[in-house]
C-alpha cells in the first residue's frame, strides 16, 4: 500500500502510536522453545463396555477399536476402506466441507423427524420408539458405526404417563355454574405427588400452602387452593393434610398453554389431583367470598370459599418406561489420537401428545438439532472426511423431564470422560427471531472456535455461560469442556406449543449453525492437533539446531519471510534457544490461515523465568499441509504494539535512534503530537539472554 496516511488509518495508528510499550518483533522465529502439551496417552485401544456387563462397572480407560464391531452390535459394521477422500478433503478445505451442508436436507430430516405420527416423540411412547429406530438407521447408512450397549441403543428407564381423555373443571356457586376451558383457563400438573383422578369438593384459600396455613382448618376430603410455587412441599402438605384435589393459582400465562413434561414417577398409590388455573377460574372460586383474584395477593390468612369445584384428570400412570439414547461413532483416522473422543450431541425427545389428541411436533425443539447432527454425518461421508480423533454423534432421550438420557451417559459413559476432548450439544437451531447465535458454556478452546467459524461464515455470535438449560450443562459439571448453539438464547418463537411445526423453520439458520457446528468439530478433532504438532516440530528443530527442518516449517510462498528467518537463526547461539520456553494460548483456525497465542519466557535458573514477549502468530494453509508465518502485526492493545523487523546487527543506541525517527516521522505524517513519554523496550532473544 503506498497511501500511507489514508484518513480511515487516522484513530487506529494514534492509538499505536501512543501506545505505552513497543515491543520489537524479531520475526516468526522466536518460536524458539519448548511446547507444553499433554503427555500423549500410551494405553491401547479396546472396544467399549458391552451390554451384559453392569453400567457403573464401565470404566475401561480405553476407547472402541476403529474397525473392530463393538459387542451385542446391530447392523453393518462400517470400516475405512468404506469412505474415500473427495477433492475438499483432498486438498484441505475443510472449510469448503463444512459448507456442504443443504439446509433442504436438513429440514428433510426435521420433517421426517417431526412427522405427527410419531405423537411429538415423548420418552416412552411408541412414537419416541420409533424414531430412534429412525436415528439409528440413518447413522448406519451414512457410515457411523453403533456405539451403544445395544448397537446403536443405550437404554435406561425414565418416568412416563399419558393423558387418555381431556381434563375436565367446573366451578359451582349459588348463583352459577361454569365449565372451564382446558389449556385456556387451566392446564394439569403430574409427577411426584401430583397426578390424575378426580377431586370434588369444597375450596379453601390457603395462601402459600404452608403447614401453618392449614392451622385449625380440616380439609380432609375438600380442595385446597394456593398460589403457586415449584416447590415441593407445597403438594406433600396438601395430601399430608387429606385434601382431594389442588388448586394453584399462576399468572404465567405459558404455564397453563404450554405442556407440561411428566419428570418423576408417581410417590404414592394414588396421587394428588393437581391443576394450574388462570386468575380467571380464581375469580369464579371467589365469587360470593367479596374478594377478587387481584386481592389475593395480599390475602394471606386462610379462607374458606363459598364454592364447590370438581376435576378430573384421566391419566394413565405406569410409572416407567424404557428410554434410549442413539449413539453412532466415525473412529478417528490418527491412532495417536484415536484414544481421544469428541460429543456432537443433540436431543430428539420431545412433548408427545397433548390430552385432546394435538401433536407437539417439536420441529425446532429439537428435531432442528438433529437433523443438524445428521446433515453434518451426509456431509463428512459425501466428502469422505475422516476426523483425526474419534467423533461420537449422540442423540439424548428424556431431555424434556430433566436431561435424563444425557445424565444416563454421564454416569455410564461409552468412552472414558477423561478422554472425552469436548462436547457440542445443538438445541433449537432452526429458528431465530434477532439472529444471534448463542454459544452458551465454559470460556475454552471449543467456544473460541464456535467464534472463530461463525467469523469465517459471517455469522453474529454473543456468549454466555451456564445461562441456557441443556444437555451441555451436566458435562460441564462433569469437568467436561462443553458448548451449546442455540439460537437468540432460546427467546424464539412457538416454544413448547403445537405450533412449532416444520414450516416455522429458517433454511438459512440450519445452514449457519449446522456449518458452523461442522467446521468446528472438523477443527476440534483434526486440525488443532495437526497444528501444534508442527509448532512443536519446529521447536524440536530449534533446539536440535535443524536448520532445515525448522525452515521445512514456515511458508514457503513467502521469501521475504524465509530470507529473513535465516538471518535469525544464523546469528542467535543454540544455547539462547535453549534457555527459553514457549506456551502455547488460544487457538483460532479459519478457512485458510490460523492464529495462535505464544508467550516466549527467558528462564532463569532458581529466580524462575520472565516473559520476553507475547505476541499472536500467524499460520497459513498450503494445501493439506499448514505453514507458519508472520506474527499478526494488526493485533494492537492499549499496553502493546508489535512494530518491525529489528536486524540483529543493530546497536541498542542503533535501534533506539531509528525508532525514535520513525516513531516522530508518523506522528508528523498524520498530523498527531505526542503527549505523554513513550517507553520502548527492545525485546531480542538473544541480546535478553545475554545480558
Not at 437404554?155 to 365449565?179: C, G, Q
Not at 369464579?284 to 367479596?290: C, F, K
Not at 405406569?318 to 484414544?339: F, H, K, Q, S, W
Request: charged share 20%; glycine share 10%.
Amino acid at each position: 500500500m503506498t497511501n500511507s496516511t489514508r484518513t480511515d488509518g487516522r484513530p487506529y495508528l494514534s492509538k499505536l502510536l501512543h501506545s505505552m510499550l513497543v515491543v520489537l518483533w524479531v520475526g516468526a522465529f522466536c518460536i524458539a522453545c519448548q511446547i507444553r502439551q499433554p503427555t500423549p496417552p500410551t494405553a491401547a485401544p479396546a472396544p467399549a463396555p458391552t451390554a451384559s456387563v453392569p453400567a457403573v462397572a464401565a470404566k475401561d480407560t480405553r476407547a472402541p477399536s476403529p474397525v473392530q464391531p463393538l459387542p451385542g452390535e446391530v447392523g453393518p459394521t462400517i470400516s475405512r476402506s468404506a469412505r474415500e477422500a473427495g477433492p475438499l478433503v483432498t486438498q484441505g478445505d475443510l472449510a469448503g466441507v463444512a459448507q456442504l451442508f443443504d439446509p433442504r436436507e436438513a429440514l428433510a430430516f426435521v420433517e421426517a423427524l417431526a412427522a405427527p405420527r410419531w405423537g411429538g416423540r415423548q420418552t416412552g411412547s411408541a412414537g419416541g420408539i420409533a424414531v430412534a429406530r429412525y436415528i439409528a438407521d440413518r447413522f448406519a447408512a451414512l457410515g457411523l458405526q453403533p456405539a451403544g450397549t445395544e448397537g446403536y441403543y443405550q437404554s435406561f428407564s425414565a418416568p412416563y404417563a399419558e393423558m387418555i381423555a381431556l381434563p375436565t373443571l367446573v366451578i359451582t356457586t349459588s348463583a352459577s355454574r361454569e365449565e372451564f376451558a382446558y389449556r385456556r383457563d387451566y392446564a394439569f400438573a403430574w409427577g411426584g405427588y401430583a397426578g390424575g383422578g378426580v377431586a370434588v369438593g369444597h375450596v379453601f384459600w390457603l395462601g402459600d400452602g404452608r403447614q401453618e396455613d392449614y392451622r385449625g382448618l380440616d380439609v380432609a376430603g375438600q380442595i385446597v387452593f394456593c398460589r403457586y410455587s415449584p416447590k415441593e412441599d407445597l403438594l406433600r402438605q396438601a395430601v399430608e393434610h387429606g385434601a382431594s384435589g389442588l388448586l394453584l393459582l399462576t399468572e404465567d400465562e405459558g404455564r397453563i398453554s404450554r405442556l407440561r413434561t411428566y419428570r418423576e414417577p408417581a410417590y404414592l398409590p394414588t396421587s394428588l389431583p393437581t391443576l394450574l388455573v388462570s386468575p380467571r377460574v380464581a375469580d369464579a372460586l371467589l365469587e360470593g367470598n367479596g374478594y377478587s383474584a387481584q386481592d389475593l395477593s395480599i390475602l394471606y390468612k386462610p379462607l374458606p370459599l363459598k364454592a364447590l369445584a370438581r376435576f378430573s384428570i384421566p391419566l394413565r400412570e405406569p410409572g416407567e418406561a424404557p428410554a434410549r439414547n442413539v449413539m453412532g461413532v466415525l473412529p478417528g483416522a490418527n491412532p495417536t489420537l484415536r484414544d481421544k473422543v469428541l460429543v456432537l450431541s443433540a436431543h430428539y425427545d420431545h412433548l408427545g401428545t397433548d390430552a385432546d389428541g394435538t401433536p407437539y411436533l417439536g420441529a425446532n425443539d429439537n428435531a432442528s438439532g438433529v437433523a443438524v447432527l445428521l446433515e453434518i454425518a451426509r456431509t463428512w461421508h459425501s466428502a469422505g472426511f475422516y476426523p483425526g480423533c474419534t467423533v461420537l454423534f449422540a442423540t439424548w432421550d428424556g431431555e424434556e423431564q430433566g436431561l435424563l438420557g444425557s445424565r444416563h451417559y454421564i454416569e455410564n459413559p461409552r468412552y472414558p470422560l477423561a478422554n472425552t476432548i469436548a462436547v457440542l450439544t445443538l438445541d433449537m437451531v432452526g429458528l431465530a427471531s434477532k439472529g444471534v447465535l448463542t454459544i452458551d458454556g465454559s470460556e475454552g478452546a471449543l467456544s473460541r472456535q464456535l467464534g472463530a467459524s461463525a467469523r469465517m461464515l459471517g455469522v453474529t455470535t454473543q456468549k454466555t455461560s451456564g445461562g441456557v438449560g441443556s444437555d451441555h450443562e451436566l458435562f460441564l459439571k462433569a469437568n467436561v469442556p462443553a458448548a451449546l448453539l442455540i439460537w437468540d438464547d432460546g427467546a424464539v418463537p412457538y416454544y413448547h406449543t403445537p405450533d412449532d411445526t416444520p414450516h416455522t423453520l429458517q433454511p438459512e439458520r440450519l445452514r449457519q449453525a449446522g456449518a458452523i457446528a461442522s467446521h468446528t468439530a472438523m477443527v476440534i478433532s483434526t486440525v488443532e492437533p495437526q497444528l501444534r504438532d508442527l509448532l512443536a516440530t519446529q521447536v524440536e528443530a530449534l533446539r536440535a539446531g535443524d536448520t532445515e527442518a525448522y525452515m521445512a516449517t514456515l511458508d514457503d510462498r513467502d521469501e521475504g519471510l524465509l530470507r529473513s528467518a535465516r538471518i535469525w537463526l544464523t546469528s542467535h547461539p543454540l544455547e539462547a534457544f535453549r534457555a527459553t520456553t514457549t506456551t502455547l494460548g488460544a487457538l483460532e483456525v479459519g478457512a485458510d490461515s490460523a492464529q495462535v497465542a505464544i508467550t516466549v519466557r527467558a528462564t532463569e535458573g532458581q529466580a524462575g523465568s520472565r516473559v520476553l514477549a507475547s505476541y499472536p502468530t500467524r499460520l497459513v494453509r498450503r494445501g493439506t499441509a499448514w505453514k507458519i508465518t508472520w506474527p499478526v502485526a494488526e493485533v494492537i492493545t492499549d499496553s502493546q504494539v508489535i512494530a518491525n523487523i529489528v536486524q540483529p546487527t543493530q546497536g541498542d543506541r542503533q535501534w533506539l535512534a531509528s525508532t525514535v525517527d520513525t516513531y516522530g516521522r508518523l506522528n508528523h505524517a498524520l498530523g498527531l503530537t505526542a503527549t505523554s513519554p513513550l517507553t520502548m523496550t527492545r525485546n531480542v532473544l538473544h541480546s535478553a539472554l545475554s545480558r
